[in-house]
């Protein structure tokens, strides 16, 4: 696996660097040889934060982290990648497909799928075009963390979130 370890507010020692290969190469029974990982480390006032992203064959692997330790985080990241691996292994890659960037051990192995996803309910509403900034206020008043919203400007189906800090984020459609 090659790693791609970068820092937001840290310099990334040897010490971390060594830490983070140590504690995400246990990931490389599942991964081939020239599978990326990339990992970025932050710090924000007590906040010490680890994102790890892997890219394999159109998904995303994907954990972030949060502790007062960054030993803690790297620690937490590779126990949540490792379990989202052995859950979501049959949904991630179709098994009439070829493997790509995964073992074919890990390929070849079976996990009991205790946490199946299943939709229990479903919504349906009508949608009226809205600003963003509207879309938030109306967010608020439901007291919900996301809304889906058609765009007043694009015309398109957006969604607005709450995030850390008070703030919002708007995912738009790539077309």
Not at 16 to 32: H, I, M, N, S
């Amino acid at each position: 696996m090659r790693f791609i370890i970068s820092g937001k507010n840290i310099d990334v020692t040897e010490g971390l660097r060594a830490a983070v290969e140590d504690k995400l190469g246990k990931l490389e029974r599942y991964f081939t040889p020239d599978t990326e990982i990339i990992v970025t480390l932050s710090v924000e006032k007590e906040r010490q934060k680890i994102e790890v992203t892997i890219p394999v064959k159109g998904n995303i692997i994907r954990s972030e982290q949060v502790s007062n330790d960054m030993y803690v985080s790297i620690d937490l990241v590779e126990e949540v990648i490792e379990r989202q691996l052995r859950k979501y292994k049959n949904k991630i890659v179709d098994k009439k497909q070829e493997g790509g960037n995964f073992q074919q051990a890990f390929m070849e192995k079976e996990f009991d799928e205790e946490d199946e996803v299943n939709i229990i309910r479903t919504k349906r509403f009508g949608m009226k075009p809205m600003y963003p900034e509207d879309a938030c206020v109306q967010m608020e008043l439901l007291g919900h963390n996301f809304f889906v919203f058609r765009n007043a400007e694009t015309e398109e189906v957006n969604v607005v979130y709450k995030r850390k800090g008070n703030t919002y984020g708007l995912i738009e459609p790539e077309c």
